[in-house]
C-alpha cells in the first residue's frame, strides 16, 4: 500500500508537467517554435515542490497527502496565466510562491502544536481588527475603485485582508469552542426558528457588528461577506443549529441594505451589478465597464476557448486582467472546460479541507479547520460570482491564481494551519 506521503510525491510530479505544458503553449503562441526554457520553469517548479514535499514527510507524515499537489495545481496554473499576460508580474508572482513556500514551511516546523495559538486568541483578533483598519490610515492606505483593501509601504503594496481572515478564524475557533454550549442551552423557538437566548447573543451581534462596520469602513461587501460567512460557519458548526445560520444571513441582509443607502461606492456596486449594460453606468469612472468586459469575454470564449494569447487585454478592453478579472480571462482563452476545470480543483482543494475538519477529534481543531475552509472557499466564490454576475464584483484574489503577493503567502499560511490540523487528526485515527 502506497503511504500518503509517496502518493503526495506523485502527484506533484503530473503538476510540474502541467505548469511545463502550460509554458509550452505560451511560448509556441507566441513565436511558434518550442522553448527548453519550458522544461528549465518546470524543471524549478517540480524542485521547489519536492523541497515542500521533504519538510512535509519529515514533520507532518500523517498529514492530508492531496492537499498540498491540489494548492500546487492552482499555483502553477496561476503562474502560467499571468506570464502569459504580463512576463515581468509572472517572475514577481514567483518570487512570491517562494517566499510562501518559505513561510508555509516556517509555520509547519515552529508551529507543532498549534493549539498553543488558543492562549493567545484576543491578542490575534486584535491584530486581525488592525489589519483590517490598515488600509484606512492616512499615508499608507491605498482605495481601489471605491474599496479600502491595500497598504502601500515604499515599494512594497499589500492587501492586510489576506492575514486578518486567518487571525479572525483562530479567535472565533477558539471563542466558539468556549462558549457554543451557552449558545445552545436555552434557546427557543420563535416562528418556526430556533433562536440563541438573548443574554447570549452578545457573540453573533458583535460579529455581525464588525463585519457591518468592516463594510462601512473599507466599503468592500465582498470582504465582509467573507469574513461573515466564515464565522457563520463557524458557528453552524459549534452549536448544531441551522437557524442561527439563517439569522445571521438575515442579520447580514438588512445590514448591507442600510449601508447601500449610505454609502456611495457601496450603492454604484450594486448598481453597475444589477445593470451592467446601461449606457450611463458603462461610460461612468468606476462604473460597469469592467464587469460588462468580463460577460463579454467569458461569452466570447465558448465551450472550448479561442486559445492561449488570443484574450483582447490591450488598450484596456478586460482591465485587471492579471488581478481580479484573471478568471475572465481563462474562460475566454481555455472556454467552458478549462474554467470548470479551475472550478473543479477549488472544489477538490475545499472538500479536503472539510474532510480533514471531520476527522479532526478536538472542538478547536474541528472548527479551525472549518473556518479556515469555509472563508477560502467564500473568496473563491466572491471574486468567481463577483466575475460572473453572482454578485457585486468586489477586489478580493483568486487564491493562488490572481496576481498578488500578500494573497499566495497567506494562503500558504492557511495551507499550513490545515495540514498541521490534519496530521494531529490522521496520527490519532
Avoid at 507543532?112 to 483590517?132: K, N, Q, S
Avoid at 451589478?273 to 462604473?287: C, I, M, S
Avoid at 467552458?336 to 472550478?343: K, Q, T, Y
Avoid at 473563491?380 to 460572473?388: A, H, K, P
Wanted: some cysteine; aromatic content about 12%; charged content about 15%.
Amino acid at each position: 500500500m502506497i503511504g500518503a506521503r509517496n502518493r503526495e510525491l506523485l502527484a506533484l510530479v503530473p503538476v510540474s508537467l502541467l505548469l511545463t505544458a502550460g509554458f509550452t503553449a505560451v511560448f509556441i503562441e507566441r513565436d511558434e517554435v518550442l522553448s527548453n526554457l519550458s522544461l528549465t520553469y518546470g524543471a524549478i517548479f517540480l524542485g521547489l515542490c519536492l523541497a515542500t514535499h521533504v519538510v512535509l514527510r519529515f514533520t507532518l507524515p500523517h498529514a492530508d497527502p492531496y492537499l498540498f499537489p491540489l494548492f500546487a495545481v492552482l499555483a502553477c496554473f496561476g503562474l502560467v496565466m499571468i506570464y502569459r499576460i504580463d512576463e515581468e508580474l509572472a517572475r514577481e508572482q514567483a518570487q512570491w510562491f517562494v517566499v510562501g513556500l518559505i513561510l508555509f514551511a516556517v509555520t509547519i516546523v515552529t508551529l507543532r502544536d498549534y493549539r498553543v495559538l488558543e492562549r493567545y486568541r484576543y491578542t490575534i483578533a486584535a491584530v486581525g481588527l488592525a489589519l483590517l483598519l490598515l488600509p484606512r490610515l492616512p499615508g499608507i492606505g491605498q482605495q481601489v475603485n471605491g474599496a479600502y483593501l491595500a497598504v502601500k509601504l515604499g515599494p512594497l503594496s499589500f492587501q492586510p485582508a489576506e492575514f486578518a481572515k486567518i487571525a479572525i478564524i483562530i479567535f472565533l475557533a477558539s471563542y466558539l469552542r468556549d462558549t457554543r454550549q451557552l449558545l445552545v442551552i436555552g434557546a427557543r423557538r420563535f416562528a418556526g426558528i430556533t433562536l440563541p437566548p438573548p443574554k447570549y447573543l452578545g457573540p453573533l451581534l458583535a460579529v455581525w457588528g464588525a463585519a457591518m462596520a468592516m463594510l462601512f469602513v473599507i466599503q468592500d461587501i465582498g470582504s465582509s461577506l467573507m469574513f461573515f460567512g466564515g464565522f457563520l460557519a463557524v458557528l453552524y458548526v459549534a452549536t448544531d443549529r441551522l437557524s442561527f445560520a439563517l439569522v445571521g444571513l438575515a442579520m447580514f441582509a438588512v445590514g448591507s441594505r442600510v449601508l447601500y443607502e449610505l454609502r456611495p461606492t457601496i450603492g454604484s456596486r450594486v448598481d453597475a451589478w444589477l445593470h451592467p449594460f446601461d449606457t450611463r453606468l458603462y461610460e461612468a469612472d468606476g462604473g460597469s465597464f469592467q464587469l460588462a468586459q468580463s460577460l463579454f469575454a467569458q461569452a466570447d470564449g465558448g465551450v472550448f476557448g479561442q486559445g492561449f494569447g488570443q484574450a483582447l487585454l490591450d488598450d484596456g478592453l478586460l482591465p485587471a486582467a492579471q488581478t481580479d478579472l484573471i478568471y475572465a480571462v481563462i474562460t475566454n482563452e481555455l472556454g467552458l472546460l478549462g474554467a470548470s476545470a479551475v472550478i473543479c480543483t477549488y472544489l477538490l482543494a475545499v472538500q479536503r479541507g472539510f474532510k480533514i475538519a471531520t476527522l479532526a477529534r478536538d472542538s478547536f481543531s474541528k472548527l479551525l479547520a472549518t473556518g479556515l475552509t469555509a472563508v477560502f472557499a467564500l473568496q473563491v466564490f466572491v471574486i468567481v460570482g463577483g466575475v460572473t454576475k453572482v454578485i457585486p464584483l468586489t477586489g478580493v484574489t483568486l487564491p493562488f491564481i490572481s496576481y498578488g503577493g500578500s494573497s499566495i503567502v497567506a494562503n500558504f499560511v492557511l495551507l499550513a494551519l490545515l495540514l498541521l490540523v490534519s496530521d494531529r487528526a490522521r496520527r490519532e485515527i
